[in-house]
């Protein structure tokens, strides 16, 4: 069992709801047919977009208040802006979300899906179908390999989650293909782009890799693609306001239309 006392307490909150879903009755085993994430990042590049994961995240210990509006027009705007993927938390006592937002947006949009949870136990897996899950390197400790191997015999593609090096390497062990690093500190819930930068280096070509968290305007976008972003994950700065528009302005973040704007912009 992952040692928690050095976790935020809102993170401790959160693993401790986790375990108590994971203990719920079990589903039946799910089945997926996966829409192909990286083929969703290359057309993006291909059309002069910066692939993107747009997160539906009604609401987060680090966010004052909630998002009421429909999560499905929601996320539609979402990839209206452009965005390649869409994140959608399904946690539901810290972050708002619920399984059933999650099917009705998968079935209203046509790109990957990714399922935004703290999975810890192989039953929670079966809670819903979506494109991508997610595996926290810190939170599923030595599970990694067997929970990775269990999602794959599912379906899913999975998004292996890290925030430095060790958890890095335990990724790459555990044979990860997609690799997130998350620039939000899980113990202090503190947000630094350049544990984003400090990792990046020491990713393999080959793994797909994308940069989460803490990402607010166009500058931040072309920094963590300069630092060797394949893709980015946006939550916070994109439910803040006019979603179409907020994904717009990060999707266009690299498009040589004279449009450069000033580094110190955050989209509204
Ligand atoms: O976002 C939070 O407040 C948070 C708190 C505790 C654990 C995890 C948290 N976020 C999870 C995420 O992975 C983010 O939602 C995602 O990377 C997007 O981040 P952002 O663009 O900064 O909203």
């Known amino acids: 069992m992952e040692d928690t ?28 047919d996966p829409r192909d994430l990286r083929a969703a990042f290359d057309r993006a590049e291909a059309d002069g977009r910066v692939p993107l994961i747009a997160e539906v995240k009604p609401t987060s210990p680090t966010t004052d208040g909630a998002r009421e ?102 990724a790459l062990d555990a044979g990860a293909t997609t690799i997130g690093v998350n620039n939000r500190d899980l113990a202090e819930l503190v947000v630094d782009l350049g544990t984003f930068e400090s990792v990046a280096p020491h990713v393999p070509d080959e793994v797909t890799l994308i940069a989460e968290s803490g990402i607010g305007s166009p500058a931040d976008v072309r920094r963590m693609r300069a630092a060797g972003a394949d893709a980015l994950l946006v939550g916070s700065a994109i439910m803040d306001g006019d979603v179409e528009a907020n994904t717009r302005a990060l999707t266009r973040a690299e498009a040589d239309d004279g449009d450069h704007r000033d580094t110190t912009e955050t989209p509204t």
């Not at 452009?82 to 979300?97: D, K, N, Q, W």
């Not at 595996?135 to 430095?164: C, N, S, T, Y």
């Open 69 to 170: 509006d429909d999560p499905v027009a929601l996320a539609e705007g979402m990839v209206a802006g452009g965005a390649a993927a869409l994140s959608v938390l399904t946690e539901p006592e810290h972050f708002g979300g619920s399984v059933a937002v999650l099917e009705r947006v998968r079935e209203a949009v046509d790109v990957p899906v990714l399922r935004k949870d703290f999975v810890v136990a192989e039953s929670q897996l079966d809670a819903v179908e979506s494109d991508v899950v997610l595996l926290i390197a810190r939170f599923v400790g030595d599970d990694l390999p067997d929970l990775l191997a269990a999602a794959r015999e599912r379906g899913f593609q999975v998004l292996v989650e890290v925030h430095d090096r060790e958890e890095l390497t335990r």
């Open 5 to 32: 006392t050095e976790l935020a307490p809102a993170v401790r909150s959160i693993l401790s709801a986790a375990r108590d879903r994971a203990a719920e009755g079990r589903t039946d085993r799910v089945d997926v």
